[in-house]
């Protein structure tokens, strides 16, 4: 089965671009049919999106006592809320994917240091950018002020980024193969595409050879986002629009690559190639 994705092309300078699968119909920000979207050229150039699951520091809790930790008015730690309007323009353009799932995925944990420090074990400080996808893309979070201190977490490897309430963030992504790629991302279990509930099938952004692209936050139409702050638990979106805060905390990306990858590869291949 193809999976056909609307490319979104940035109007000034970078590109991106949001995916529609064949099987989901495309929906505007009021839930009415739209085509998708993609972010605007002048800016700088996610296993199920969807974290299932608790987060580490919940796996202690008994299962009959999670309802009054998710509900707890006071529960700490960092999300996500709906941030200030950003510019952002996006086109259209046709994306097909190679396979209906991705070609890796991956997640950024976040937190204050403080909840940092009681999710994780002997966290150690790394580079800010990791690559992921099998070395096909490298990504990072950035605050306004540059990439934020990031963790590896001692014999888990899970990788973590500590924040400030009421700091702006931003997820910054860098295509390192030499074709288009689209990539899906999500925030506290939700697509930044639509602010709705994350998953696979759904348009992502398409970033091409080796650029670098920008996701400030969730798409409110065709020229903006929201972009993303870090809030209290109960002042995050997720709870905010849904009453649901299971899935703070955490960022994933999935990259899916272009069935007409291999094609594009072979057009630059070179006779006489110098040794890397």
């Given at each position: 089965m193809k999976f056909r994705s609307t490319w979104l092309l940035s109007l000034l300078g970078g590109f991106a671009l949001i995916l529609n699968s064949c099987t989901v119909s495309p929906t505007d920000y009021s839930g009415s049919p739209q085509n998708a979207?993609?972010?605007?050229?002048?800016?700088?150039?996610a296993?199920?999106?969807?974290?299932g699951g608790l987060r580490s520091g919940d796996s202690a809790i008994q299962s009959d006592s999670i309802d009054a930790v998710l509900k707890n008015p006071n529960r700490p730690g960092l999300a996500t809320g709906w941030g200030?309007?950003?510019h952002s323009n996006v086109v259209e353009q046709d994306f097909v994917r190679a396979s209906k799932g991705p070609a890796g995925t991956d997640a950024i944990y976040y937190n204050d240091s403080d909840g940092m420090k009681a999710m994780t074990t002997r966290p150690e400080s790394v580079k800010p950018l990791q690559r992921a996808a099998g070395g096909l893309v490298e990504w990072g979070i950035k605050g306004p002020h540059g990439f934020l201190p990031a963790y590896k977490e001692y014999g888990w490897g899970r990788r973590f980024v500590t924040g400030k309430k009421g700091s702006s963030y931003s997820i910054e992504i860098k295509n390192r193969s030499e074709s288009t790629i689209e990539v899906v991302a999500s925030v506290d279990g939700l697509d930044v595409m639509d602010g709705k509930t994350a998953s696979y099938a759904k348009r992502g952004?398409?970033?091409g050879p080796h650029r670098t692209f920008t996701i400030d936050g969730f798409r409110t139409s065709d020229s903006s986002?929201?972009?993303?702050?870090?809030s209290?638990?109960?002042?995050?979106?997720?709870n905010q629009r849904y009453g649901n805060t299971r899935n703070v905390g955490?960022?994933?990306?999935?990259?899916f690559t272009s069935k007409h990858g291999d094609a594009?590869?072979?057009?630059?291949?070179?006779?006489?190639?110098?040794a890397p």
């Amino acid at each position: 089965m193809k999976f056909r994705s609307t490319w979104l092309l940035s109007l000034l300078g970078g590109f991106a671009l949001i995916l529609n699968s064949c099987t989901v119909s495309p929906t505007d920000y009021s839930g009415s049919p739209q085509n998708a979207i993609a972010p605007s050229h002048s800016e700088a150039e996610a296993k199920s999106i969807i974290t299932g699951g608790l987060r580490s520091g919940d796996s202690a809790i008994q299962s009959d006592s999670i309802d009054a930790v998710l509900k707890n008015p006071n529960r700490p730690g960092l999300a996500t809320g709906w941030g200030d309007s950003v510019h952002s323009n996006v086109v259209e353009q046709d994306f097909v994917r190679a396979s209906k799932g991705p070609a890796g995925t991956d997640a950024i944990y976040y937190n204050d240091s403080d909840g940092m420090k009681a999710m994780t074990t002997r966290p150690e400080s790394v580079k800010p950018l990791q690559r992921a996808a099998g070395g096909l893309v490298e990504w990072g979070i950035k605050g306004p002020h540059g990439f934020l201190p990031a963790y590896k977490e001692y014999g888990w490897g899970r990788r973590f980024v500590t924040g400030k309430k009421g700091s702006s963030y931003s997820i910054e992504i860098k295509n390192r193969s030499e074709s288009t790629i689209e990539v899906v991302a999500s925030v506290d279990g939700l697509d930044v595409m639509d602010g709705k509930t994350a998953s696979y099938a759904k348009r992502g952004y398409l970033i091409g050879p080796h650029r670098t692209f920008t996701i400030d936050g969730f798409r409110t139409s065709d020229s903006s986002v929201a972009s993303f702050q870090f809030s209290s638990v109960m002042g995050s979106y997720a709870n905010q629009r849904y009453g649901n805060t299971r899935n703070v905390g955490v960022i994933g990306l999935a990259v899916f690559t272009s069935k007409h990858g291999d094609a594009q590869l072979r057009n630059n291949a070179r006779a006489f190639a110098q040794a890397p």
